[in-house]
């Protein structure tokens, strides 16, 4: 069964540092995409960036990256120079192929920026 | 602006007491979809729908209605409410399934 699976529960960085989300994923189908969304305490859920499973580089959007690793199946999310407004709630996300257009999400990180 | 709106942002109701969650988008997505999110387990997929009249269960449909009768519209109906329905749902919507979706704001559900 198609699986997403972020292993860190709650996470701490200092400011300026840079941090990495885990992300693993489970699909039997070829093409599919990979999303990450933050959701700060105010609640709303924010796209930040996404992996088309074809894509050959890694996505990047400003500070974030997506390191993707086809072959292990892992899609994590890479936060360069942490501020203190990224302290929020991460979601790693995927979008099936084969034509259902179903999404996974994981049961994501906390992560708390440290001044 | 581009937007997904949903209504009530919050409701407190009773277990039996049939409810609607009513959500619009002004992006002329086709495809929209209903999310619960529950602590320690992440948002889960009820029901989405790929356009007009075509709707697909998503992993977790039991208990939840929808219709799509219209585009911009997708609401989310709880014929017979009980607790473990409680919870924050949120609607969202992108073009043809594909690329990131846009999420209304949330609507926070007690059902007692």
């Known amino acids: 069964a198609q699986k997403i699976t972020q292993t860190q529960p709650g996470m701490f960085v200092q400011e300026k540092e840079a941090v990495t989300l885990d992300c693993t994923y489970d699909t039997s189908d070829q093409s599919y995409g990979l999303f990450w969304y933050k959701q700060p305490s105010s609640g709303e859920m924010i796209f930040l960036i996404y992996q088309g499973s074809y894509d050959e580089q890694n996505a990047t959007e400003g500070r974030y990256s997506l390191n993707f690793q086809k072959a292990r199946k892992s899609a994590n999310l890479v936060i360069s120079a942490s501020q203190l407004g990224d302290s929020a709630m991460y979601f790693c996300?995927?979008?099936?192929?084969?034509?259902?257009?179903?999404?996974?999400f994981g049961t994501g990180t906390r992560l708390k920026v440290l001044a | 602006e581009a937007q997904v709106t949903q209504n009530p942002r919050y409701l407190i109701t009773v277990t039996g007491k049939k409810l609607t969650v009513t959500c619009s988008q002004n992006m002329n997505h086709e495809y929209m979809s209903w999310y619960r999110q529950d602590p320690g387990l992440g948002l889960r997929q009820i029901y989405y729908s790929m356009n007009v009249e075509v709707t697909d269960k998503g992993d977790v449909p039991e208990g939840y209605k929808v219709s799509r009768k219209e585009k911009r519209n997708f609401p989310l109906i709880l014929e017979s409410p009980s607790p473990n329905q409680t919870s924050l749902y949120f609607c969202?919507?992108?073009?043809?399934?594909?690329?990131?979706?846009?999420f209304g704001p949330g609507t926070r559900l007690l059902v007692l």
């Open positions: 969202a919507s992108n073009d043809r399934g594909r690329g990131p979706q846009y």
């Open positions: 996300a995927m979008r099936e192929g084969s034509g259902t257009y179903k999404y996974i």
